[in-house]
């Protein structure tokens, strides 16, 4: 499984559009990228899944360059309801084998 | 509609004890996996079942962990002996998916915090 590297942590004032950039300079030719969001005490909910260039959805933006060793997560103009933890999960399928999270990054919005 | 639920949502247990902690997947998922999440780091897999059917327990630490699902739903986790460094919150997901190749998102519940004292 492709390792990942994400920022521990990342501050943002509310409004602000937040990239947080995942680093997995060994992902396989087939791996999809994949981002997950964790309130506290919550589980972990699946925001965006990718595989190269650009994926946006109601929640976020997903930013793939042509190499696929990175990726973006964008959230625009967060609010203080999106601190969390952001994982970052490469892997060849996600329905039905066991996700391999990293630390993830923990990111505050401020008021 | 109805999302993964797992109960309790708190469980204080003293060592040595046993405790088992449930988990109630999205109906008709046919997946389910068990986490474990230490304070400050990510989940890690415990074990997976298809249907009624454990295929991987590679991520269980001990023999004192023990997982069923013995119809196909429901799914129990079963610490026996309980020590302190088991104290974690244990999350349950559950996916649609019954075919390697898929894609599914796995649908997490809120986790069950259990504090070994």
């Known amino acids: 499984l492709a390792k990942t590297t994400q920022p521990i942590s990342m501050d943002s004032y509310e409004g602000q559009e937040v990239n947080i950039t995942c680093s997995h300079n060994n992902i396989a030719t087939n791996d999809y990228i994949t981002w997950y969001q964790q309130f506290p005490s919550q589980g972990p909910r699946f925001i965006i899944q990718?595989?190269?260039t650009k994926v946006t959805n109601e929640v976020a933006s997903l930013f793939i360059p042509a190499d696929r060793k990175s990726s973006t997560l964008s959230l625009p103009r967060v609010s203080l309801s999106d601190t969390a933890v952001y994982y970052c999960l490469v892997a060849l399928y996600s329905g039905n084998t066991p996700l391999v999270f990293g630390k993830g990054t923990r990111l505050s919005v401020i008021a | 509609g109805a999302g993964v639920s797992q109960s309790p949502r708190y469980k204080v247990a003293k060592r040595g004890q046993d405790v088992a902690l449930r988990c109630d997947p999205i109906?008709?998922?046919?997946?389910l996996f068990w986490y474990q999440q230490a304070l400050g780091q990510g989940p890690e897999f415990l074990t997976y079942f298809q249907n009624e059917a454990q295929l991987d327990k590679s991520g269980l630490p001990s023999d004192r962990f023990f997982a069923e699902r013995p119809e196909g739903s429901v799914s129990t986790l079963k610490i026996q002996r309980t020590q302190q460094e088991d104290s974690a919150v244990y999350l349950c997901?559950?996916?649609?998916?019954?075919?390697?190749?898929?894609?599914?998102?796995?649908?997490f519940g809120p986790g069950t915090r259990l504090l070994v004292l």
């Open positions: 990718g595989y190269k």
């Open positions: 109906s008709g998922h046919v997946s």
């Open positions: 997901a559950s996916t649609n998916a019954f075919q390697r190749e898929n894609q599914e998102t796995q649908y």
